[in-house]
């Protein structure tokens, strides 16, 4: 492998094995029977029995209740709302109020689901009293039973306290997308000695923060892979191959609601624009045409 780790750095625990199934299927994170909320717990026991598991974004109460009943264990209210639901050109200017008001909305369209609320960019940075500040107000103003936040090794004191304060998190290395400004773009993370070693730091440090979960975006597979071989908490992917625990996408994306060009790690579960489209220009045609309201759809 490019970026060997040595065994010396590595827990002494076996791999979780791709595509195993828990014993007993009812207490699948992803098919399970049980009705109450995912839990960390749920989490860290589908890590030990090797289960993948799917994450999506969600970001109103109607959408995240077709997430919930199709049986996704977890559901994030990302920052990348910023993009696809509030019309801004990256996940910068999201706001703490936008946050808490589309977490919320989640939370309430949702029964089973863990609910992991996104720290906006601005709203931790400043320290862990800022970061607990804000985390709190997700977790009682929205309902939110986890948070998630950016940054490996900068961010593992505010991870430590919201930690000790009795709030999950979830992490997030490898692209973080509120830095694209210092990025200057969207590129892979990872790749060369250095980099591979600097992003194992990073998740060898949130993980002894006490973070439940670590998101790895746009990373080598491999290390994806190493990385995931290396925690013992769950690893959640997206654009980070198939070595992960889990697999995360922005929902528009996998169903095909955002237009333009896809990155290449996308793939598309259907085609919601093209037939959302089609839906209205349906209904305009109708309504032009003195089609609708026919007599059923009439009062009299």
């Known amino acids: 492998m ?6 010396a750095q590595k827990p002494a625990q076996p791999a979780a094995q791709s595509g195993a199934q828990p014993a007993d299927s009812s207490k699948a994170l992803y098919g399970g029977k049980s009705n109450r909320r995912v839990t960390v717990r749920d989490i860290a026991a589908a890590k030990e029995r090797g289960e993948k598991w799917p994450m999506l974004t969600a970001y109103d109460a109607m959408t995240a209740s077709v997430f919930d009943e199709a049986g996704i264990p977890v559901l994030l ?9 509030l019309g801004y050109d990256s996940t910068v200017p999201v706001t703490m109020d936008e946050m808490t008001m589309l977490s919320a909305a989640v939370v309430r369209g949702t029964s089973r689901a863990m609910v992991v609320g996104d720290l906006p960019f601005g709203s931790f940075q400043e320290g862990p009293t800022q970061a607990l500040r804000n ?7 929205a309902g939110v039973q986890a948070v998630k936040l950016e940054g490996g090794e900068r961010s ?8 000790q304060a009795g709030i999950p998190v979830m992490a997030h ?30 998740a060898k440090a949130i993980q002894s923060a006490g973070a439940f979960a670590v998101v790895l975006e ?10 995931t071989r290396s925690l013992h ?4 992917g997206i654009g980070a191959g198939v070595g992960c625990d889990a697999q995360v996408l922005v929902w ?14 996308v793939k598309q579960y259907a085609q919601l624009r093209e037939v959302l489209g089609g839906a209205a220009k349906a209904f305009a045609e109708d309504v032009v045409g003195a089609a609708y309201p026919a007599e059923e759809h009439s009062f009299h």
């Open 252 to 265: 528009t994306d996998m169903a095909g609601m955002t237009g333009g060009r896809m990155p290449r790690f």
């Open 2 to 7: 490019t970026h060997a780790v040595s065994a």
């Open 77 to 85: 209210v990302g920052d990348s709302m910023g993009n696809c639901h």
């Open 218 to 227: 746009l990373v080598p597979a491999e290390l994806a892979a190493e990385v």
């Open 156 to 163: 593992a004191h505010q991870i430590e306290l919201l930690v």
């Open 233 to 236: 908490i769950p690893t959640v």
């Open 173 to 202: 290395i490898g692209l973080t997308p509120q830095s694209v400004n210092a990025y200057g773009g969207y590129p892979v993370q990872g790749r060369g000695d250095e980099a591979a070693h600097q992003l194992m730091r990073d």
């Open 135 to 141: 985390a709190t107000r997700l977790v009682k103003e």
